[in-house]
């Protein structure tokens, strides 16, 4: 089975927060977060619910794609800080939309958006549905510890979606691997007030992470994804036109550029504005080069996203959306 995309949209928070803003209550500054991450500036929500940003990016998707929500079989959304714990904020966009197709959730943190393009691709596969709804969503600002600077700095809130259709050229290749490891990237989940549970040893809902361990994990296992793609394929990775990895940090971005021997002019570089919005960033980056009109029909895109899990998925696509006039 083959899946296109057809149309993409995305949603950010009003308030832009600069690494400024952020050193007036951290012991941090522009120089070490722009150095060591590449980030400048990130959205975070105020007043916005994850469900509007999610349901105004899925609007976004449908106008783009020219399709009317009662023409979608599926909707899809790849999140870890949806507005509820239930139900999935795929129903919560459903309802939003006035959709009455399944609607679920899918949890791979970063990687997110390509785990949840493998599945809309597997329910084509199964003639399930003919039109995915690949929505995006996360708030990761409610997941961080404020405190912390060493994680509260580097990432964003946002949404992005894509309409995705069965039959097409892609994927190309396609790649989803688990190694397993809960402790280096971990928001432990709600504790609860069972009279019949423990306390011992709880811990609150935010954000830990082993970042140096992060980091290597993710350039050596980009490293590993690309030499299958290579190999398994039979594409050189100087025949791919874009590269759209998850941006988690600019360094790994360099890193990748230099190990693998990819232009950095093809790699998507969203992340100085926006950091880290986990799933949401890979769409967000293909809504934005589309609109830019950076994209062209029959070029070729990779997209890569990794994170905890630890998650890794990648898959060539071929650009099949025909530029609006
Ligand atoms: O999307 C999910 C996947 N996440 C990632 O891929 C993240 C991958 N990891 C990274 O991007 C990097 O490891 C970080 C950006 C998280 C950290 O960069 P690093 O170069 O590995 O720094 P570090 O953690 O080794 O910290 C170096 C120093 C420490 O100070 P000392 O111990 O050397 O005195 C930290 O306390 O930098 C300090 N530091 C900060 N200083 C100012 C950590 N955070 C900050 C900060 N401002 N915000």
Not at 121 to 150: H, N, P, Q, T, Y
């Amino acid at each position: 089975m083959a899946f296109t995309i057809v149309g993409t949209g995305s949603a950010l928070p009003k308030r832009k927060v600069t690494n400024d803003d952020l050193s007036e209550f951290l012991d941090t500054s522009d120089e070490w977060i722009s150095t060591r991450t590449g980030i400048k500036t990130r959205y975070v929500c105020t007043d916005e619910s994850l469900d509007d940003l999610a349901a105004e990016a899925s609007e976004h998707a449908l106008a783009d794609a020219g399709i009317e929500v009662k023409d979608i079989d599926l909707i899809i959304c790849s999140t870890t800080s949806g507005d509820h714990l239930m139900p999935a904020e795929a129903c919560a966009i459903a309802e939003r939309l006035g959709a009455s197709c399944p609607a679920f959730d899918v949890s791979a943190a970063c990687a997110g958006f390509v785990f949840a393009l493998d599945t809309a691709d597997g329910w084509f596969c199964r003639g399930r549905a003919r039109r995915a709804l690949v929505v995006s969503a996360e708030k990761m600002s409610r997941l961080l510890d404020w405190e912390d600077r060493s994680t509260c700095v580097l990432f964003g809130d946002g949404a992005a979606a894509a309409v995705v259709e069965a039959g097409g050229k892609s994927p190309i290749w396609s790649h989803l691997v688990t190694k397993p490891d809960v402790a280096s990237l971990d928001v432990p989940g709600l504790q609860g007030t069972s009279p019949f549970g423990s306390t011992e040893d709880a811990q609150p809902s935010k954000l830990l992470m082993k970042g140096r361990k992060i980091f290597h994990f993710a350039v050596s296992s980009i490293e590993e994804e690309l030499k299958a793609l290579e190999g398994e394929s039979g594409i050189a990775l100087s025949d791919i036109d874009h590269f759209v990895f998850h941006q988690a940090n600019e360094r790994i971005l360099d890193a990748v550029a230099k190990r693998c021997g990819i232009d950095p002019s093809k790699m998507a570089h969203t992340i100085q504005e926006t950091g880290n919005i986990s799933s949401a960033c890979i769409p967000l980056a293909l809504d934005r080069m589309s609109r830019e009109g950076s994209l062209h029909a029959g070029e070729l895109v990779l997209i890569c996203g990794f994170g905890a899990g630890l998650d890794i998925g990648t898959t060539l696509i071929r650009w099949n959306k025909e530029q609006d006039a």
